[in-house]
């Protein structure tokens, strides 16, 4: 064959759509996505279909589970083992199922979040409710069709006649969509379907009376609001916000601890215990001591306050804000319909597509039970017609070579009855036999008076239904063990009524900031060394005391403040991180001033050009990554001087040495603009600023103090250009720093 009879040109647009769209088709409907009718996915489907074949009922002993893989992977599921085994894990998990469909021997893993045991070591078999939903499978309750490789058959969907869908929830990723449906209680279900069936116009919120919201297996409390979950439900999208139940224990005088008795739903409690662990060594759980798991079969996590006088609710709001002990669990109420289309369904939908199925499945089976009773009224019917003359169907039988047509000719019998007449045994031909036929014919007659009215009658399938409801109820409803609500419900707390501040445990901190920018936030109060260590070519730049509770405030050269956590800055370990991640800082800008915050206190700011004001600390604080611009400042000027606005007098000196004292009084305080002009100059600008009391003189950067009569001549009014620094002034010109 020549090569060109092999190759094909196509365009790769189209053979790439085509292989992405048949891929997609496969992972939404063979995949990820539920049924709406069953509740189940392909995989979840095969798994219990295959147990019923291998006869492991509720009642018979259990099978290896690598039997149950083997024999599911072999004929209906050609994918990994793994992967099987895993689906069939967690519907054996009553921390996972709130309906387990199999019951498990051996280690199917914990809440832990410890790996079950292999599949060659443990057991399985179906529970009640994985075989309820198979029941009606062998009475045409669904439709079949071929395996992978066409040599069995599968069920399309299950009879289901339990509501799976709502009761154990799914969850899934699909090609651009997803599902992840909660678990519900039952008893509230099978409620809210007697109502639908009895008023099918029904509103959503009349439904939402009986199904009040989630039933998670692990139980805590929903803490979601009342119009948030309706809203949910209507739409078939939204999220429940669910807690840990905890309640206060006393100790010993006056001490007390919390209990855990309940985690949200699909948290990991070995995890759970790692995180918060991890959080009291970072000290991001100032409240919390210890955490300790006395767990047994029941949760019980013990969290130790540091102090007894810490309220325990306040201690939680922070605990439930930085851990897994509140979750918010996502609601997208995404199935496939009757049709195999995937939809977003509301509540009422769901509901509605059950008792659609569930009524098509009784008239199905109706439908086959009267075909077997057609079938078996036929043959009796025969039996009776030769009962009353069974020596001449003897005499026929004994002296034909070929007995069924003359039985046929001698008692008008069908074919099928003349089969059944000379299969019929020697020990049936008795008067008794004949009474039971009779009984067997009357009951049949009976029975199929009853199915015909039930096929025709809309009332009587709504009877069944509302039956079969009330049989659910009665053997997993509220009133036992399994069905009893887990999950209650309570008001969502204001958690901003806790104070942040609060949340913090004061230490004390030294900042360092190098010449880079590289900033760390080192234990105690320290003074700078030479064992402080730096990057090579860098060195150390600000260094200032602090507490863990501070705001660290920083006034760049583009007239920009910003504000940091002292409590988010690095550890001393290491060189630190530049300053420039945690704040919009831009490249080609640099730090003029770092220092604490101090509410109430005024600030000096002056740009390199001179000009300058007054600004309260209070008005600089930013709330954002960005900073707040106070000091705008032209395109060729920096700023260059934050100090405190303190005393009566304030100082000015510039790269000239040229230096003037005027009063602060002159100085207008304002929240943010340009300021207005301190000290002319001919040449280059301002070299730093100060401000001081008069009485007290004024300390330059070496630490000498002048007094106030070596300062006369240097008095004068704001604008002015000033005088030459008298001898002895510092040769980089600068006053004491003040931060």
């Known amino acids: 064959?020549?090569?060109?009879?092999?190759?094909?040109?196509?365009?790769?647009?189209?053979?790439?759509?085509?292989?992405?769209?048949?891929y997609a088709l496969s992972t939404i409907m063979q995949r990820a996505l539920p049924d709406v009718r069953d509740g189940l996915k392909p995989v979840h489907r095969r798994l219990l279909y295959a147990m019923q074949r291998l006869k492991l009922d509720p009642n018979s002993s259990f099978k290896k589970c690598a039997r149950v893989v083997g024999d599911v992977m072999g004929q209906f599921h050609p994918h990994g083992d793994q992967s099987i085994y895993d689906a069939l894990v967690r519907l054996a998990q009553n921390?996972?199922?709130?309906?387990?469909?199999?019951?498990?021997?051996?280690?199917?893993?914990?809440?832990?979040?410890?790996?079950?045991?292999?599949?060659?070591?443990?057991?399985?078999?179906?529970?009640?409710?994985?075989?309820?939903?198979?029941?009606?499978?062998?009475?045409?309750?669904?439709?079949?069709?071929p395996n992978y490789n066409n040599d069995d058959r599968e069920p399309v969907i299950l009879p289901g006649g339990f509501p799976n869908l709502l009761a154990n929830g799914a969850a899934g990723i699909a090609v651009g969509m997803a599902t992840n449906i909660p678990p519900h209680n039952l008893d509230e279900i099978a409620q809210a379907l007697i109502h639908l069936i009895a008023a099918p116009n029904a509103r959503d919120e009349t439904l939402l009376q009986y199904i009040k919201g989630p039933d998670f297996p692990t139980g805590g409390q929903i803490v979601e609001p009342a119009e948030s979950i309706a809203e949910a439900y209507r739409t078939g999208k939204g999220g429940f916000r669910v807690r840990a139940r905890w309640n206060k224990e006393e100790g010993a005088r006056g001490t007390w601890?919390?209990?855990?008795?309940?985690?949200?739903?699909?948290?990991?409690?070995?995890?759970?215990?790692?995180?918060?662990?991890?959080?009291?060594?970072?000290?991001?759980?100032?409240?919390?001591?210890?955490?300790?798991?006395?767990?047994?079969?029941?949760?019980?996590?013990?969290?130790?306050?540091?102090?007894?006088?810490?309220?325990?609710?306040?201690?939680?709001?922070?605990?439930?804000?930085?851990?897994?002990?509140?979750?918010?669990?996502?609601?997208?109420?995404?199935?496939?319909?009757a049709n195999q289309t995937p939809r977003v369904m509301s509540l009422k939908q769901t509901l509605v597509a059950y008792l659609d199925h569930q009524r098509g499945v009784m008239i199905r089976r109706a439908s086959h039970r009267l075909a077997k009773i057609a079938d078996r009224l036929e043959?009796?019917?025969?039996?009776?017609?030769?009962?009353?003359?069974?020596?001449?169907?003897?005499?026929?039988?004994?002296?034909?070579?070929?007995p069924k047509p003359e039985l046929i000719k001698a008692f008008k019998l069908s074919d099928v009855q003349a089969e059944a007449i000379l299969n019929m045994r020697l020990r049936s031909l008795r008067k008794l036999e004949e009474m039971e036929i009779r009984q067997e014919h009357t009951a049949l007659k009976s029975e199929q008076?009853?199915?015909?009215?039930?096929?025709?009658?809309?009332?009587?399938?709504?009877?069944?239904?509302?039956?079969?409801?009330?049989?659910?109820?009665?053997?997993?409803g509220a009133k036992t063990v399994l069905g009893k609500r887990r999950s209650t419900f309570s008001d969502a707390p204001t958690i901003e009524d806790v104070p942040m501040e609060a949340l913090v445990e004061k230490e004390p901190i030294t900042v360092i900031c190098s010449e880079k920018g590289w900033i760390r936030a080192m234990k105690g109060h320290i003074e700078p060394s030479e064992d402080l260590k730096f990057k090579d070519g860098d060195k150390g730049r600000f260094a200032v005391k602090a507490q863990t509770t501070d705001k660290l405030v920083l006034f760049a050269t583009n007239g920009r403040f910003f504000t940091l956590d002292c409590s988010q800055l690095p550890g001393g370990r290491g060189n630190g991180e530049p300053v420039r991640l945690m704040c919009d800082l831009e490249n080609d800008q640099d730090i003029v001033a770092m220092f604490v915050h101090q509410p109430g206190r005024k600030l000096l700011i002056a740009s390199s050009s001179g000009r300058g004001f007054v600004v309260p600390e209070d008005e600089v604080i930013a709330q954002k990554k960005g900073g707040r611009q106070v000091m705008n400042v032209d395109p060729l000027e920096e700023a260059k001087v934050?100090?405190?606005?303190?005393?009566?007098?304030?100082?000015?000196?510039?790269?000239?040495?040229?230096?003037?004292?005027?009063?602060?009084?002159?100085?207008?305080?304002m929240a943010k603009g340009k300021g207005v002009t301190m000290q002319k100059y001919k040449d280059g600008g301002l070299n730093d600023a100060t401000?001081?009391?008069?009485?007290?003189?004024?300390?330059?950067?070496?630490?000498?103090t002048w007094e106030k009569g070596e300062l006369g001549d240097y008095r004068g009014e704001r604008a002015q250009a000033g005088r030459l620094a008298p001898k002895g002034w510092p040769k980089n010109g600068k006053f004491a720093p003040e931060f």
């Not at 280690?107 to 045991?117: C, E, H, R, S, V």
């Not at 970072?282 to 996590?301: G, H, M, N, Q, T």
């Not at 019917?381 to 026929?396: Q, T």
Request: glycine share 6%; hydrophobic share 40%; proline share 4%.
């Open 95 to 145: 921390f996972s199922l709130r309906y387990p469909l199999i019951d498990g021997q051996g280690n199917f893993g914990n809440i832990d979040g410890d790996n079950p045991a292999a599949m060659r070591y443990t057991e399985s078999r179906l529970t009640v409710i994985g075989e309820l939903l198979l029941d009606g499978l062998d009475d045409d309750g669904a439709d079949f069709k």
């Open 449 to 476: 008076k009853d199915l015909k009215a039930l096929v025709k009658s809309e009332e009587l399938q709504n009877d069944k239904l509302k039956a079969s409801f009330q049989e659910l109820r009665a053997k997993f």
């Open 691 to 704: 401000s001081f009391t008069w009485a007290d003189g004024l300390r330059d950067y070496n630490g000498r």
């Open 257 to 337: 601890v919390v209990v855990v008795t309940e985690i949200p739903y699909q948290v990991q409690k070995g995890k759970l215990i790692e995180k918060m662990a991890e959080l009291i060594g970072e000290k991001k759980l100032p409240f919390l001591d210890d955490v300790r798991d006395e767990s047994a079969e029941d949760i019980r996590l013990v969290l130790i306050p540091k102090s007894r006088n810490i309220e325990p609710e306040l201690m939680m709001e922070q605990i439930f804000r930085l851990t897994d002990l509140e979750t918010r669990f996502p609601l997208n109420m995404t199935v496939l319909d």
């Open 379 to 402: 043959i009796l019917d025969g039996y009776l017609s030769v009962f009353l003359d069974l020596d001449k169907v003897i005499r026929i039988i004994r002296n034909s070579d070929e």
């Open 1 to 22: 064959m020549a090569l060109e009879d092999i190759v094909r040109e196509v365009d790769l647009k189209e053979a790439l759509g085509e292989r992405y769209l048949a």
């Open 642 to 669: 934050c100090t405190p606005a303190s005393g009566d007098h304030v100082a000015f000196i510039g790269e000239n040495r040229k230096m003037v004292i005027f009063k602060l009084a002159d100085v207008p305080e």
